[in-house]
C-alpha cells in the first residue's frame, strides 16, 4: 500500500514537532507556595517570617550544639540528627555556587540547638508524655532553637530544614523568622500492617523517614495477623518458622531492634500489636494447640477458630511470649488488638458451649471474649505494661484498667463512641476516620483534612482523655511496592491535624503548603504521589 505524499508529509511534520517540542525548555513555572507561613508543614503554633533573608553557605554553615546545652557531642541522637537534617537541606543539590562568594549582604553561619532541660532525653525512648516543644528564633549572625528536651530539637530541626530554599542559580536563602511550636496531641501514629504482605526494612525504614517529615512519633506495628506470623520469637520460635510465608519473610530480633533504634532516633515510638484472640490462624501453624477446633455437628470440621480461651495453657503461652514481647519492645504500652472475633467456631465446639452454659443463663460469647481479654490485661500488668485494644473490647464490657486506652476504629458513630469512652475515663486513640487503605478517586486529603477530632459532645475533662489519632493502612493490597506513595501525603493531612492549632483549617493555605511538602519529600527520597497535576522545581532545576 503506497500512501499519498500529503499524507507521509503531514506524518513527517507531526512526528518533528513532537520532537521538537521535547527538547524545548519548559518555562511553566510549577505551583509555588502562596502561603504566608511558606511551605511549612505542619503549621507551626506561632510563626513570624521576615522578608528579610539570609543566606546559606554549605561550606560554611554547620548545625552546631549551643552554649549552656545540656546535651552536647556526647549525644548521639543529636549528633546523628545534625548530620542527617544538614544532608537534607544541602544534600540534593548540585551547589552550583558552592565555591563562589555570598551573593547576599548578610549570611547565617550556624544553627545552635540548646536543650535547656538538665536531662537531655539523649539515651531514652521517647514515650506518651515526650516534650516535643520548641522555639526557634532565625537572624544573623546564628540561628538558634531551644528546646527542653532532645524530642522538641528533632521537630524544630525539621521546621529549619524546611524555611531553607534554593534559588534558581543554587544559592540557599532562610528568612528571618521567629516560631513557637508543640503539637496538639501526644499521639500522632501511622499504622502498617506487615502480616498481610510482608513489609522488608528498607521500606519501614523509609516510611520512618517520612513520619519525622510530618511530625509524627508513633509506629504502630500490626507485625503479625492470620495471613503470617513474621515476628521471631525467641522464645517461641516455631511461630515464625511455621507461620510466616517463608524463611525469607521474618523479621528477626536484630531487624525489630534496628527498627526501633531508627525510630528512636526520629524521636518516633514503636507501638506493637499482637491481636488476640482473632486474627491468629496464622499462630496456629506453629502453636496449633492455641486455637479453637471447630466442629460441624459432633465432630470436628478441621478448621480452627480464635485462640481457645478455656484452656489454662493458653494464658501460660502467652504469660510466655507477652513476656518476651515486653522485653523486645521498650515502649510502655503493647497493642492487645481484640477486634473483629468471630464466635460460630466457640459456638460449634462442645468444650466452649459447656464452659459458657456453666457460667449461667445470663452468659454471652461476647462475655467469653471479655473473660479472655481481662486475662490478658492482667498478664500486660504483671510484666508493668499497659494495653491499648479496639474499641470492641470497651464495647463488650472488659473490665479495663484505668490506665487503658480504646482506639476507636469503627467508622460509624465515632464520635458517639469517643464520647462513650471517655465519659468513663478512659483515654483514646482516633483512626476511624484515618483508614488510608480505603482509596477514590481525586483529592481526598481534604476529607482527612477536614477532620475535627474533639467534635464528639462532651465536656472538657473528657476531651483531654483524646491522646490524638492514627492513620492507617491495612495490608490486603499494600506491600513495599506501593506502602510509601499510597500513605504520603495522605497522611500528611492527618499530621497537620494532629499537630496544628484547632483553628488551622483553611484548605486553599494547606494545599499550597501540601504541594511544596509533597515536592521536599521527593527531594528527600520519600515516592508519594502527586496532590493534582503539576510539577515540582527541582525537576526543573535538576532533570
Same mark, same amino acid.
Given at each position: 500500500?503506497?500512501?499519498?505524499?500529503a499524507?507521509v508529509?503531514?506524518?513527517?511534520? =507531526?512526528?518533528?514537532?513532537a520532537?521538537s517540542s521535547?527538547?524545548?525548555?519548559?518555562?511553566?513555572e &510549577?505551583?509555588?507556595?502562596?502561603?504566608?507561613?511558606?511551605?511549612?508543614w505542619?503549621?507551626?503554633?506561632s510563626i513570624?517570617?521576615?522578608p528579610n533573608?539570609?543566606?546559606? @553557605?554549605?561550606?560554611?554553615?554547620?548545625?552546631?550544639?549551643?552554649?549552656? =546545652?545540656?546535651?552536647?557531642?556526647h549525644?548521639? /541522637?543529636l549528633q546523628?540528627?545534625?548530620?542527617?537534617y544538614y544532608?537534607?537541606?544541602?544534600?540534593?543539590?548540585?551547589?552550583?555556587?558552592?565555591? !563562589?562568594k555570598?551573593?547576599?549582604d548578610?549570611?547565617? +553561619?550556624a544553627?545552635?540547638v540548646i536543650?535547656?532541660?538538665?536531662?537531655?532525653?539523649?539515651d531514652?525512648? &521517647?514515650d506518651i508524655?515526650?516534650?516535643e516543644?520548641?522555639?526557634?528564633?532565625?537572624g544573623?549572625?546564628? +540561628?538558634?532553637?531551644? +528546646?527542653?528536651?532532645?524530642?522538641?530539637?528533632?521537630?524544630?530541626?525539621?521546621?529549619?530544614?524546611?524555611?531553607?530554599?534554593?534559588?534558581d542559580?543554587? =544559592?540557599?536563602f532562610?528568612?528571618?523568622?521567629?516560631?513557637?511550636?508543640?503539637?496538639?496531641?501526644?499521639?500522632?501514629?501511622?499504622?502498617?500492617?506487615?502480616?498481610?504482605?510482608f513489609?522488608?526494612?528498607k521500606? #519501614?525504614?523509609?516510611? /520512618?523517614?517520612?513520619? @519525622?517529615?510530618?511530625?509524627?512519633?508513633v /509506629?504502630h506495628?500490626?507485625?503479625?495477623?492470620d495471613?503470617?506470623?513474621?515476628?521471631?520469637?525467641?522464645?517461641?520460635?516455631?511461630?515464625?518458622a511455621?507461620?510466616?510465608y517463608?524463611?525469607?519473610?521474618?523479621?528477626t530480633?536484630?531487624?525489630?531492634?534496628?527498627? #526501633?533504634?531508627?525510630?528512636?532516633?526520629?524521636?518516633?515510638?514503636? /507501638?506493637?500489636?499482637?491481636?488476640t484472640?482473632?486474627h491468629?490462624?496464622?499462630?496456629?501453624?506453629g502453636?496449633?494447640?492455641i486455637?479453637?477446633?471447630?466442629?460441624?455437628?459432633e465432630? &470436628?470440621?478441621?478448621?480452627?477458630?480464635?485462640?481457645? $480461651?478455656?484452656?489454662?495453657s493458653?494464658?501460660?503461652?502467652m504469660?510466655?511470649?507477652?513476656k518476651?514481647?515486653?522485653t523486645v519492645?521498650?515502649?510502655?504500652?503493647?497493642?492487645?488488638g481484640?477486634?473483629?472475633?468471630?464466635?460460630s467456631? %466457640?459456638?460449634?465446639?462442645?468444650?466452649?458451649?459447656?464452659?459458657?452454659?456453666?457460667?449461667?443463663i445470663?452468659?454471652?460469647?461476647? !462475655?467469653?471474649?471479655s473473660?479472655?481479654?481481662?486475662?490478658?490485661?492482667?498478664i500486660?500488668?504483671?510484666i508493668?505494661?499497659?494495653?491499648?485494644? %479496639?474499641q470492641?473490647?470497651?464495647?463488650?464490657?472488659?473490665e479495663?484498667?484505668?490506665?487503658?486506652?480504646?482506639?476507636?476504629?469503627?467508622?460509624?458513630?465515632?464520635?458517639?463512641?469517643?464520647?462513650?469512652v471517655?465519659?468513663?475515663?478512659?483515654s483514646?486513640?482516633?483512626?476511624?476516620?484515618?483508614y488510608?487503605?480505603?482509596?477514590?478517586?481525586?483529592?481526598?486529603?481534604?476529607?482527612?483534612y477536614?477532620?475535627?477530632?474533639?467534635?464528639?459532645?462532651?465536656c472538657?475533662?473528657?476531651?483531654?482523655?483524646?491522646?490524638?489519632?492514627?492513620?492507617?493502612?491495612?495490608?490486603?493490597?499494600?506491600?513495599?511496592?506501593?506502602?510509601?506513595?499510597?500513605? %504520603? $501525603?495522605?497522611?500528611?493531612?492527618?499530621g497537620?491535624?494532629?499537630? =496544628?492549632?484547632?483553628?488551622?483549617?483553611?484548605l486553599?493555605?494547606?494545599?499550597?503548603?501540601?504541594?511544596?511538602h509533597?515536592?521536599?519529600?521527593?527531594?528527600?527520597?520519600? +515516592?508519594?504521589?502527586?496532590?493534582?497535576?503539576?510539577?515540582?522545581?527541582?525537576e526543573?532545576?535538576?532533570?
Amino acid at each position: 500500500m503506497v500512501l499519498p505524499e500529503a499524507f507521509v508529509q503531514l506524518l513527517w511534520l =507531526s512526528t518533528a514537532l513532537a520532537a521538537s517540542s521535547l527538547r524545548q525548555p519548559r518555562h511553566a513555572e &510549577p505551583p509555588r507556595s502562596t502561603s504566608p507561613f511558606g511551605p511549612v508543614w505542619p503549621l507551626p503554633r506561632s510563626i513570624d517570617i521576615s522578608p528579610n533573608r539570609l543566606q546559606l @553557605a554549605p561550606k560554611r554553615f554547620q548545625i552546631v550544639h549551643g552554649p549552656g =546545652s545540656s546535651a552536647g557531642p556526647h549525644c548521639s /541522637l543529636l549528633q546523628d540528627a545534625f548530620r542527617r537534617y544538614y544532608e537534607y537541606i544541602f544534600g540534593y543539590s548540585k551547589w552550583q555556587n558552592h565555591d !563562589k562568594k555570598s551573593l547576599a549582604d548578610t549570611e547565617l +553561619a550556624a544553627l545552635q540547638v540548646i536543650i535547656t532541660s538538665e536531662e537531655s532525653d539523649c539515651d531514652k525512648y &521517647p514515650d506518651i508524655s515526650s516534650d516535643e516543644a520548641y522555639q526557634l528564633s532565625v537572624g544573623e549572625p546564628v +540561628a538558634v532553637l531551644k +528546646a527542653g528536651k532532645v524530642w522538641g530539637a528533632l521537630r524544630g530541626l525539621e521546621t529549619f530544614s524546611q524555611l531553607v530554599y534554593e534559588d534558581d542559580y543554587g =544559592s540557599f536563602f532562610i528568612n528571618a523568622s521567629d516560631i513557637t511550636d508543640f503539637p496538639r496531641f501526644a499521639h500522632r501514629g501511622i499504622l502498617i500492617d506487615s502480616s498481610r504482605h510482608f513489609l522488608p526494612l528498607k521500606s #519501614i525504614l523509609t516510611n /520512618l523517614d517520612a513520619m @519525622a517529615f510530618n511530625k509524627f512519633n508513633v /509506629l504502630h506495628w500490626h507485625i503479625v495477623d492470620d495471613q503470617s506470623f513474621p515476628y521471631q520469637s525467641i522464645t517461641f520460635p516455631e511461630l515464625s518458622a511455621q507461620g510466616s510465608y517463608s524463611y525469607n519473610h521474618i523479621y528477626t530480633p536484630t531487624d525489630v531492634r534496628l527498627v #526501633i533504634e531508627y525510630a528512636r532516633l526520629r524521636g518516633i515510638r514503636v /507501638l506493637p500489636e499482637f491481636d488476640t484472640p482473632g486474627h491468629t490462624q496464622a499462630w496456629g501453624k506453629g502453636h496449633r494447640n492455641i486455637l479453637t477446633p471447630c466442629y460441624s455437628g459432633e465432630r &470436628p470440621s478441621g478448621s480452627y477458630g480464635p485462640v481457645n $480461651p478455656i484452656l489454662n495453657s493458653t494464658y501460660d503461652f502467652m504469660a510466655k511470649l507477652f513476656k518476651e514481647i515486653s522485653t523486645v519492645f521498650p515502649d510502655e504500652y503493647i497493642h492487645l488488638g481484640g477486634d473483629e472475633v468471630d464466635f460460630s467456631c %466457640w459456638k460449634s465446639n462442645p468444650d466452649v458451649k459447656a464452659f459458657v452454659r456453666k457460667q449461667g443463663i445470663w452468659y454471652s460469647y461476647a !462475655k467469653l471474649e471479655s473473660y479472655y481479654i481481662d486475662k490478658m490485661l492482667d498478664i500486660v500488668s504483671s510484666i508493668n505494661k499497659k494495653s491499648i485494644v %479496639w474499641q470492641e473490647v470497651f464495647d463488650n464490657g472488659a473490665e479495663l484498667p484505668a490506665d487503658s486506652v480504646v482506639e476507636v476504629w469503627m467508622g460509624n458513630f465515632y464520635e458517639e463512641e469517643l464520647r462513650q469512652v471517655t465519659k468513663e475515663g478512659l483515654s483514646a486513640i482516633l483512626a476511624a476516620p484515618w483508614y488510608l487503605d480505603y482509596i477514590s478517586y481525586g483529592q481526598d486529603w481534604m476529607k482527612y483534612y477536614k477532620v475535627e477530632p474533639l467534635s464528639f459532645i462532651g465536656c472538657e475533662s473528657q476531651k483531654s482523655l483524646v491522646l490524638g489519632g492514627e492513620a492507617c493502612l491495612w495490608g490486603e493490597f499494600v506491600d513495599a511496592t506501593n506502602l510509601i506513595p499510597r500513605l %504520603w $501525603p495522605r497522611a500528611s493531612a492527618v499530621g497537620e491535624r494532629l499537630w =496544628s492549632s484547632k483553628n488551622v483549617t483553611d484548605l486553599e493555605d494547606a494545599y499550597s503548603r501540601l504541594v511544596e511538602h509533597r515536592c521536599r519529600m521527593l527531594r528527600r527520597g520519600i +515516592a508519594a504521589q502527586p496532590l493534582y497535576v503539576g510539577f515540582c522545581q527541582h525537576e526543573v532545576r535538576n532533570p
